[in-house]
């Protein structure tokens, strides 16, 4: 069932978040979200750059303090008994964390130690984190000699070595090879399968329409849906034309579905052949640069509800963020 | 406070320190090159001070060890600073352990570095350079961890208040130089200029040097150092306070750039 934007629940949710705020200086990070995570459950937290993504995960592990709101885990409160909120949960950080100079092995063992974990529990656990993500023949080599994607997979299991009751998997995937991408993906199924709740963030969508599981889907701060991908597309994906003009975008003579962006003219329209059909003779070839038919999915459902481009939203999100760094 | 975790970390910080050991090697060796340089004019400056038998290494052995051990200035806070460098300080914030826990996980093994130096230094001094120690043994240890300690401490400060690790080395070479020189560690405090002597008590080191010279020249025993020691542990208190006030968790340190 699709639930509305501002419906956490508080009843058995492993993580509960009501009224989220935070702001760096005078730019809104997070504007009030409300969020929650079941047992057993993945939530994918998607949205380009800058939405919000990793403040809010930060904020869930610990490491920023919000302006205001309420963060629960396992009922209890995230600000006033952090140090036991944080044994319930397993982060892996956007940036690959790990110690270069000893071994995978070695980082397993302060990480574990550290989660509240025994030596003689931590030795076979290793071995089994190793073994889910093809790790056991690295475990004895110094992690920095180790490639991109093996040191992707140590960052990502590091969080799992506890089975936390919950995993914040911050972009997990980033610069992550097809291989360990499907491993990372296969071993948070499984730890779900297990009873933990997971909240993963990213910003690729045909992940999270790979992942199959529950979307919450961000925006400047603000949470605009949530569901599962099918409802979600069901819902609020129609598909749209795209006509890009080299010039100004010429009058066409359709009404109501149509709409104009710089030189960028979207119909939505649930017949995209019929459409292309009815507009095409109207325009003059020669103006015409591109055309794109944009297909239900998580894309258009971002286009729908948020009225741009998913991919464009990525990119002026990073410039945002580029000029919020440099200012 | 959880001390299973600060275990942890300690042993995991030799582990990183054994894993590159030119700096522990570094701050022993080249101050017993230093001692073998200079030993022949603490000598005669010894002898003007009125320890007519002294070889020169009396004064040499500890100031070089002192001067030395400033260099754990900069190191205490190297460990914060690569941490953030390797992304792995939000991995160790995100962890039941408290700030707490990893302070001292991380301190400790500086401390532990500047004792073994300080400790091997003198240990060395008689068979190479004829080191004789004619007080205490064990205040001369007592010297030491308290010193060790102390600029431990100022090295927490140091990194406390450096947000980049350029401001890091800049502070913590120049202030670990500093302090050593004006302690009297490179210079004794006979020979220094008036100014520099009358400031000198502001230093840690001054007292680390002060309790060195009871102990080695004057059969000093614990009651003769102690006031050296304490005012050292004040010091260390002072700094400790101060980087805890301003030690800001949260905020990004820039390893490089």
């Known amino acids: 069932m699709m639930k509305t934007v501002g419906s956490a ?7 509960y978040i009501e ?7 005078d730019v809104l990070a997070l504007g009030g979200v409300d969020l929650d995570v079941r047992a057993g459950e993945i939530v994918a937290l998607l949205g380009p750059n800058g939405a919000g993504k990793t403040t809010l995960v930060s904020i869930v592990a610990g490491l920023r303090r919000a302006d205001s709101g309420i963060v629960r885990v396992d009922g209890l409160n995230a600000l006033s008994r952090s140090s036991e909120v944080r044994r319930r949960i397993g982060l892996a950080p956007q940036d690959t964390g790990l ?4 071994t995978v092995r070695q980082n397993f063992m302060l990480f574990g130690e550290l989660a509240g974990m025994s030596r003689a529990a931590l030795r076979p656990r290793i071995d089994e984190v190793a073994e889910a993500l093809d790790l056991t023949e690295l475990l004895d080599r110094q992690a920095g000699k180790l490639s991109g994607g093996q040191k992707r997979r140590v960052h990502t299991a590091l969080a799992l070595l506890h089975s936390p009751r919950l995993l914040l998997l911050d972009e997990a995937t980033t610069g992550a090879d097809v291989e360990t991408r499907t ?35 961000l925006d400047r701060g603000q949470v605009i849906v949530r569901g599962g991908v099918d409802e979600l597309i069901s819902a609020h994906a129609t598909p749209v034309v795209e006509l890009t003009f080299e010039g100004a975008v010429p009058d066409v003579g359709l009404n109501g579905e149509a709409s104009v962006d710089g030189q960028v003219l979207r119909l939505v329209t ?6 292309l059909v009815d507009v095409l003779p109207r325009v003059r070839a020669d103006a015409l640069q591109s055309v794109e038919i944009v297909r239900p999915s998580l894309e258009a459902v971002y286009l729908a509800l948020a009225g741009r481009r998913y991919d464009e939203a990525d990119r002026e999100d990073k410039r945002e963020d580029t000029n919020v760094s440099a200012s | 406070m959880y ?44 002898s003007e001070d ?38 792995t300080w939000d991995r160790l914030r995100a962890t039941p352990a408290s700030s707490v826990d990893l302070m001292i996980g991380k301190v400790l093994p500086t401390v532990t570095l500047t004792v073994v130096q300080l400790a091997l230094l003198f240990l060395l001094g008689k068979p190479l350079f004829g080191l004789e120690v004619s007080g205490s043994i064990l205040a001369l240890i007592v010297l030491i961890v308290v010193l060790a300690l102390s600029l431990s401490a100022f090295g927490m400060l140091v990194t406390a208040l450096s947000r980049t690790m350029n401001q890091l080395n800049a502070i913590g070479s120049v202030g670990g130089m500093t302090m050593a020189m004006l302690g009297g560690a490179w210079v004794p405090i006979t020979a220094m200029p008036g100014w520099a002597a009358a400031i000198a008590p502001a230093i840690p080191t001054y007292w680390a040097m002060k309790g060195f010279q009871s102990v080695i020249l004057e059969d000093g025993g614990i009651t003769d150092v102690a006031g050296a020691t304490l005012v050292m542990i004040g010091f260390g208190v002072l700094f400790t306070v101060l980087a805890a006030w301003k030690f800001r968790f949260e905020d990004a340190k820039v390893y490089f750039g």
């Not at chain 1, 110690?99 to 000893?102: A, G, N, Q, R």
């Not at chain 2, 299973?4 to 300690?10: D, E, G, I, Q, Y």
């Not at chain 2, 190191?75 to 992304?87: E, I, K, L, M, S």
């Open chain 1, 183 to 217: 491993r990372l993906l296969d071993v948070v199924r499984r730890l779900a399968a297990d009873g933990s709740a997971v909240l993963y963030s990213t910003h690729y969508l045909a992940e999270v329409e790979t992942l199959g599981s529950d979307v919450v889907l």
């Open chain 1, 9 to 15: 629940r508080q009843d058995g949710g492993v993580l």
């Open chain 1, 99 to 102: 110690y270069p100079v000893v």
């Open chain 1, 270 to 275: 649930a017949d995209p052949a019929a459409t």
């Open chain 1, 19 to 25: 009224g989220l705020r935070k702001s760096y200086g």
């Open chain 2, 3 to 46: 001390p299973r975790a600060s275990l942890a970390v300690l042993r995991h910080e030799f582990r990183v320190m054994l894993s590159d050991p030119s700096t522990a090697i570094f701050v022993v060796i080249i101050p017993l090159v230093l001692v073998a340089l200079t030993k022949n004019l603490f000598a005669i400056q010894l």
């Open chain 2, 50 to 87: 009125g320890f007519a038998s002294a070889n020169g290494s009396e004064f040499a052995v500890p100031g070089m060890a002192v001067a030395f051990a400033s260099f754990s200035v900069g190191y205490a806070g190297f460990t914060f600073f690569r941490d953030h460098g390797w992304g």
